[in-house]
């Protein structure tokens, strides 16, 4: 991981925001706003983290009856009633852990991630209403009980981003214990599952499943994004313990090449295609597949749909002003300053209403995008993004602006003021005690549907972290060729292998080693 320090380098920062006052006031305004998110993040850190660690089994005070590593969605158990856990939302979970683990040692949290790893060794040899392991296909099953048992009523499935999301949060794990030489743990513990996993999406990748929301049949640009860097990840690991990568190396190409014709000529990438349901194809799935994918050595890479690539910032622009003007909360917030952001506009679930992760993955966004535009010295407009930096400097066109112009500096603080401004929404609507429900109302922000909502505070604690300069080390790997589209696309897939794997423990005491590379730095 990487550390960098984000700041302001001019006072146009806050003049989108507080009505393009004086450069004198704007100062002045523009740092109490500051202030009053510092203290927001300052105060709700601990509780997310306390709030996320109690959603997990076996000792978590809102997860009675949870297995061991197991990550119930909510303590909530009707209206609705999410006391399951899902494949998708644990990984996301762990992804963030493992990476503020990885940061920072901390014994409890590898506790926690390795009652996970367990956990998911045993669900991936549960046969259950998708399928079994022996061919793979009980890997896309979504859902299961709390007590790692079977769920078996009706639902939408197969969700094939659970293995990919699987998959990565491991990985992430494994980085620390090779960096720290445990090579071997990696070897007899980790690969096996995370082998299942890869299997699963060079295999099925190409066909239809549900989308994250759990409520589209199709193809889902969140769900291919994991796919593609799943793959990408798995090959550098499985070169590393001396394991082919070839099906990976061979799949991963054709994932991407597929990646791209999600997007659309309106300007934006389509959340789901493939499958009919009416809507304009305007998601947060596209946002959150942003940040998932961030890789700070891809820089604004379109392809991998960088945070910072003109394609993704226009599609932040579309997405995010979708929800200007159906909102009453949202009312008369101007383009270019922060509203709720909720997962697509013609969302019914409890009437439509924002997601606290939504908000927070659209800050988040934008602080991946600060660090890149940081550390290269430079951002790049373009025909596709122009729309985006046009709601921060009306008169600014297309080309290269370096970091010392005064375009730059105008860009850069306008756009983390606009960041800090998803940030201060969540504040406004997050009731005193700094719980994070699932949503908040569309009228009054009154929080809604799911109480503590484990992926709200994993959202919040992966957003805060960007904020803070604390990057995840990169997936690619160097000169990665992750990037590359083929010039046709192929529906390559490969026939997976599938073992069940056997880990019931840990080796003792797998502390930093003294003198191993470090998996975070502090500069820039």
Same mark, same amino acid.
């Given at each position: 991981?990487?550390?960098? $320090? ?17 450069? @004198?006031?704007? +100062? ?6 500051? +202030? ?8 709700? #850190? ?40 899902? @494949? ?22 590898? $506790? ?24 793979? !296909? ?41 960096? %720290? ?7 007899? *513990?980790?690969?096996?599952? *995370?082998? %299942?996993?890869? =299997?699963?999406? =060079? ?10 929301? #759990? ?19 798995? /090959?550098?690991?499985?070169? !590393? ?23 659309? /000529? ?10 009919? %349901? ?35 910032? /226009? ?27 909720? +997962? ?14 939504? @908000? ?19 951002? $790049?407009? @373009? ?9 921060? /400097? ?11 112009? #005064? ?12 960041? #800090? ?59 990665? !060729?992750?990037?590359? *589209?083929?010039? *046709? ?9 599938? =073992?069940?794997?056997?880990? $019931? ?5 797998? !502390? ?13």
């Amino acid at each position: 991981m990487h550390g960098f $320090t984000l700041l302001l380098l001019g006072s146009s920062a806050f003049q989108t925001i507080l009505g393009r006052p004086s450069p @004198t006031s704007s +100062r002045r305004e523009g740092k109490l706003f500051k +202030r009053d998110v510092d203290d927001f993040v300052a105060t709700e #850190e601990p509780i997310a983290l306390e709030s996320l660690l109690a959603n997990i089994g076996p000792d978590g005070a809102n997860a009675p009856g949870a297995s061991a590593g197991v990550v119930v969605a909510s303590p909530s158990t009707s209206e609705p009633d999410y006391f399951y856990t899902w @494949t998708r939302d644990a990984a996301l979970v762990f992804k963030t852990i493992a990476q503020r683990f990885a940061a920072s040692y901390d014994a409890t949290l590898q $506790t926690q991630i390795q009652n996970y790893i367990i956990a998911q060794a045993s669900l991936q040899n549960l046969d259950n209403p998708s399928g079994t392991l022996s061919d793979g !296909t009980g890997l896309g099953e979504p859902k299961f009980n709390a007590d790692l048992s079977a769920f078996t009523d009706s639902w939408g499935r197969p969700q094939r981003d659970g293995p990919a999301l699987r998959a990565i949060a491991l990985m992430e794990y494994a980085d620390w214990l090779l960096a %720290n030489g445990y090579e071997s743990t990696v070897t007899d *513990v980790i690969w096996p599952i *995370v082998k %299942n996993d890869l =299997a699963y999406v =060079a295999q099925y990748w190409n066909q239809s499943g549900f989308d994250l929301w #759990e409520e589209v049949q199709g193809s889902s640009f969140f769900t291919v994004a994991a796919q593609h860097r799943s793959l990408v990840q798995g /090959s550098g690991l499985a070169t !590393t313990l001396g394991e082919s990568p070839d099906d990976y190396d061979a799949v991963a190409p054709q994932i991407l090449c597929f990646q791209q014709t999600f997007w659309s /000529s309106e300007g934006y990438a389509l959340a789901n295609i493939n499958g009919n %349901n009416g809507r304009s194809g305007k998601d947060a799935n596209v946002i959150l597949a942003s940040i998932h994918s961030f890789d700070p050595a891809l820089g604004c890479d379109a392809a991998t749909f960088q945070p910072c690539s003109d394609r993704a910032l /226009s599609s932040h622009k579309v997405i995010v002003d979708s929800f200007r003007d159906i909102y009453t909360l949202n009312s008369g917030i101007p383009a270019g300053t922060a509203p709720a952001v909720g +997962r697509y506009p013609e969302d019914t679930y409890y009437s439509g209403n924002p997601w606290y992760l939504n @908000t927070l993955a659209a800050a988040e966004q934008l602080y991946d995008a600060l660090y890149v535009w940081q550390t290269e010295g430079v951002i $790049t407009v @373009t025909d596709v993004s122009l729309a985006f930096f046009q709601d921060f /400097s009306a008169d600014v066109a297309a080309g290269d602006y370096a970091s010392d112009s #005064e375009t730059y500096t105008a860009l850069f603080d306008a756009i983390t003021a606009y960041a #800090e401004g998803f940030v201060d929404v969540v504040s406004q609507y997050t009731p005193d005690g700094g719980a994070l429900a699932e949503q908040f109302g569309r009228e009054d922000g009154t929080p809604l549907s799911a109480r503590d909502l484990t992926w709200s505070y994993a959202s919040f604690l992966s957003a805060v972290a960007r904020r803070a300069g604390v990057i995840p080390a990169s997936w690619a790997g160097a000169d990665s !060729t992750a990037t590359v *589209v083929p010039d *046709v696309c192929a529906a390559t897939s490969a026939a997976g292998a599938y =073992a069940a794997p056997t880990v $019931t423990s840990f080796p003792p005491s797998q !502390t930093p080693t003294a003198g191993a590379a470090s998996a975070a730095t502090t500069s820039a």
